[in-house]
């Protein structure tokens, strides 16, 4: 049987090569994403002197965390097929939520978290309900619930601003790791990387595949690592890594991995990219659309958090808009509004694009009215490009 | 003991018993062909078993080696060893191969994936359908028949001890039909039960043991394949004797209607490909011309840029009616008097949802509208009178296409093309998943519509049609036709050796 082994394995071996080797199976429409934003960065950072500083870094990493988080959530959504309108208001809600558990009724941060977690998962799983078994289309049932949510905030608060005043849980959107412990958690992160590629290496060989040279392994840890290095030291030159930014890199990895690792993830992809042969492969369409819902659900509760954490409050008004910035995040990282593709990598690329601009023009002191005209503008030009590019291709 | 009994199934739908009673009974490493014409309720038979309509929604029984079953789901009756292959292919295109052979069972431990075992099996698989590629490849980029195999691929990972195959080599090439019928008598061998739907009566003589009938939605008979031939089991599927098949008619086609010199076609994916190259040939009113030829030989391409539907660049010369046009879109073409009839009427000819009326006039609104109005009454006169000439069965002109039977909605496709009074009718694979009787009026509609002076140009891929219509045959390879044949001397063989490059 040796001749078959080998021809086993001279199919399964790949030979990718030069940057795509060294990176990985990030697609080719993240590279062009991430050309966008050194465009843009380079950009800013020529019009003005203090958007490459670290202080205005550390700033927009902050700023991108509840777009970021809300992303994450929305791109499995929006791979299935499906949407959700309703994040923005269900952030107001939950924030809300929030800050009377914690105002009002005084209790403890972890207490408080419990809660709006759980009330975030129950609404997503209602309206997942909804769309998995009720069979109302997601652009219906979430379009309802931005209004709902917004209505019961409303009623809720009596219209008024909550202010919060518990420490612990203002640290939540203000605090900053010292920058020995952003070391520790950079060491931690590089140790992490090289495991998972020596892992990887070992179960290669394991089925007798092909392996990459030694050499390209290093460069890959190598490269990951200068990164991440320079990412802890731009952050610790002003305060050190923001706290917030934490929860975006936990969850982003948490959902990447769901995303690509698990069954529940490649589901996922096969509803969107294909219902019907997902439904004759025995996958379980409902109960996936439904958890999906209350994945979402829980992002925005944590968005919450965060959100009133930073503002100190929580406003009848926070989180309006959310929905379509998470959307455009998605979209602009390269997610297909058509189902079945579409990578949490890209749209964290998207939510920094977004936040950048924001940021930038803000600096800039841009008019307001500018700013949404640019926002869109780019919004529709980056779609449009990665569907010339790759017609170009086809 | 059989492998398998179904015994006393009757399903019904609103309004409409799709099985009444009928019985299957198959053996271990048998394969067993089951015929019968489309709405005879071979499919309807098959996702019960496969447990897509779940046990309650039927009444009757089903046996697995004597033990009595009841499937609520398709994951029930795959654990109890039986996998259907579908007639539609069932995979995701943005997923790579390895993932849609496993696709529901991947191998994975706490929910998480292992992609290197993943790849491994995935490998041998499909070293075991003869599918030399990458298990990495997008399913997308393969071609028709290579997913074909695919799917072949997914039915076996899953070690079925009943595999149900439901027209499996609609989209196969010859090579590919060979490789199948290997497999599947390598499985006779181990002892699994096949389950073979088929229009092909040549594949089912073929491979099967035993061929059990189903005419109505129920079970005329089951038959050794000793027992019966090709024209027996034919008039057992229609509940008459078909005395002529192909329905042919001697014509005399007159002047020239369409003439094409010179044509070349670049693909449209690789633009210095050429797919059609330097083809030159002419039709002529009342004449019905088949072009034969393997798949990916350029016919369809040809059709499609002829009829402006072909992205790729085009070059050359079109004469119709000894003037000549320059046709850059579909509009001209239908202009200029020419009608396509795709090969995938459900992709390209219809709007399911639409009713049989809606899709006869799509492409004739000018025709029936004034000042972009539409004239509904004038619309109806049209729908109506085709609806009679072709013997379209449908409750009503109100009835979605997608609720009609093959042959059916083939005639919907052929009213709306028909209704633009084309002078050159093109049919691509006209009678494709048809049933056997409405294939015979769609040849006689031909005929027809050959005698009233319509050019008619046919592709098809079933060499007893274009042998049985055409009144001239040309044979397409590699982008060029290699030969030109009339009717009186070609023979299976001779398009077959000039199709795989032979002369």
């Given amino acids: ?394 | 003991m059989y492998a398998l009994e179904m015994v006393n199934i009757t399903k019904e739908f609103p309004g409409v018993k799709a099985l009444d009673r009928v019985n299957l009974k198959v053996k271990k490493g048998e394969i067993h062909a089951l015929c019968g014409e489309n709405g005879a309720g071979k499919s309807t038979l098959m996702k019960i078993l496969s447990g897509l309509y779940p046990a309650g929604t039927y009444s009757g029984e089903i046996r697995i080696l004597g033990e009595k079953k009841e499937f609520r789901n398709i994951k029930d009756a795959e654990k109890a060893g039986i996998t259907i292959i579908h007639q539609e292919l069932a995979l995701v295109k943005e997923l790579s191969v390895a993932e849609n052979i496993f696709l529901g069972t991947e191998p994975a431990r706490y929910g998480v994936i292992s992609w290197d075992e993943m790849y491994y099996q995935a490998a041998k698989w499909l070293k075991a359908v003869g599918l030399d590629i990458s298990p990495h490849r997008k399913v997308g980029t393969l071609g028709i028949g290579q997913q074909q195999l695919v799917e072949i691929a997914k039915a076996l990972a899953k070690n079925a001890e009943i595999l149900i195959l439901d027209e499996p080599t609609a989209a196969l090439t010859e090579t590919e039909v060979d490789i199948l019928m290997g497999i599947l008598e390598r499985l006779r061998k181990e002892g699994v039960s096949c389950i073979y739907i088929s229009h092909k009566l040549s594949e089912v003589f073929r491979l099967a043991d035993k061929i059990t009938v189903l005419r109505d939605g129920q079970t005329v008979g089951t038959f050794q394949k000793t027992d019966v031939d090709e024209d027996r089991v034919i008039s057992l599927m229609v509940g008459r004797n078909l005395t002529e098949y192909y329905p042919r008619v001697e014509r005399t086609p007159k002047e020239t209607v369409l003439e094409v010199k010179n044509y070349t076609v670049w693909d449209k994916e690789q633009a210095n490909k050429k797919v059609i190259d330097h083809v030159s040939f002419a039709v002529r009113k009342g004449e019905i011309l088949g072009i034969a030829g393997l798949m990916g030989a350029g016919r369809t391409e040809l059709m499609l840029s002829l009829f402006g539907a072909y992205p790729g660049r085009k070059e050359g010369e079109v004469w119709i009616e000894g003037k000549q046009v320059k046709i850059k879109s579909i509009r001209d073409a239908i202009q200029s008097g020419i009608a396509l009839v795709s090969e995938d009427r459900k992709r390209y000819g219809l709007v399911l949802e639409m009713s049989v009326h809606d899709n006869t006039i799509l492409p004739n609104l000018a025709q029936i509208s004034k000042w972009g109005i539409i004239d509904e009454i004038k619309g109806y006169k049209h729908s109506t009178q085709y609806a009679k000439e072709l013997k379209t069965k449908t409750p009503s002109l109100e009835t979605p296409v997608g609720s009609l039977s093959g042959g059916n909605q083939q005639k919907v496709v052929l009213a709306k093309w028909l209704m633009t009074k084309p002078k050159v009718l093109i049919l691509d694979e006209p009678t494709r998943g048809i049933d056997v009787g409405a294939k015979y009026e769609i040849y006689h509609l031909m005929n027809q519509l050959a005698e009233q002076g319509t050019a008619i140009i046919m592709v098809s891929s079933e060499l007893p049609e274009v042998l049985g219509m055409s009144d001239r045959i040309l044979v397409m390879s590699e982008g060029r036709f290699v030969k030109e044949l009339d009717h009186r001397e070609a023979t299976q063989e001779k398009i077959m050796q000039a199709a795989v490059g032979g002369k």
Wanted: with cysteine; aromatic share 10%.
């Fill in chain 1, 1 to 394: 049987m040796a001749s078959t082994e080998g021809a086993i394995k001279d199919q399964v071996t790949q030979k990718p090569n030069g940057i795509k080797q060294l990176i990985g199976q990030i697609d080719i429409r993240a590279y062009t994403m991430i050309g966008t934003l050194i465009i843009i960065w380079l950009l800013f950072g020529l019009l003005h002197e203090t958007f490459l500083t670290p202080r205005n870094l550390s700033n927009l990493f902050i700023q991108m965390s509840v777009t970021s988080i809300l992303a994450i959530g929305m791109v499995l959504i929006i791979v299935a097929g499906h949407i959700d309108l309703s994040v923005g208001s269900l952030v107001g809600l939950t924030g809300g939520i929030a800050a009377v558990l914690s105002t009002s009724y005084g209790l403890p941060l972890w207490a408080v978290i419990l809660i709006t977690l759980l009330a975030g998962a129950l609404i997503g799983l209602l309206q997942g309900w909804l769309v998995a078994y009720g069979a109302i289309p997601a652009f219906i049932v979430t379009l309802g619930g931005m209004m709902a949510f917004r209505g019961v905030l409303l009623g809720m608060t009596n219209g008024t601003t909550i202010s919060v005043s518990d420490p612990a849980f203002l640290m939540i959107g203000d605090a900053y790791f010292t920058p020995e412990f952003g070391l520790f958690l950079a060491a931690l992160a590089i140790s992490a990387i090289a495991y998972s590629v020596w892992h990887k290496r070992r179960s290669r060989l394991k089925y007798g595949f092909d392996v990459q040279p030694m050499s390209i392994d290093i460069a890959k840890i190598v490269f990951f690592s200068v990164i991440i290095i320079a990412f802890v030291l731009t952050m610790n030159a002003y305060i050190g890594i923001p706290f917030p930014f934490i929860f975006v890199v936990l969850f982003a990895l948490l959902f990447h991995f769901i995303a690509n690792q698990t069954s529940f993830g490649r589901h996922v992809y096969a509803i969107g990219g294909n219902v019907e042969a997902a439904r004759l492969s025995g996958i379980p369409i409902q109960r996936r659309t439904m958890i999906l819902f209350v994945l979402s659900g829980l992002l925005a509760a944590v968005a919450a958090i965060i959100l009133t954490s930073r503002l100190s409050s929580a406003t009848t008004n926070a989180g309006t808009m959310y929905e379509l910035d998470a959307i455009a995040a998605c979209v602009i990282g390269g997610t297909s509004l058509m189902g079945g593709s579409g990578t949490i990598f890209g749209a964290l690329i998207g939510a920094l694009v977004m936040t950048s601009l924001d940021n930038g023009m803000s600096l800039l002191g841009l008019e307001t009215f500018w700013q949404y005209i640019v926002k869109g503008v780019i919004l529709v030009l980056a779609v449009g490009l990665d569907i010339l590019s790759r017609k170009k291709k086809a």
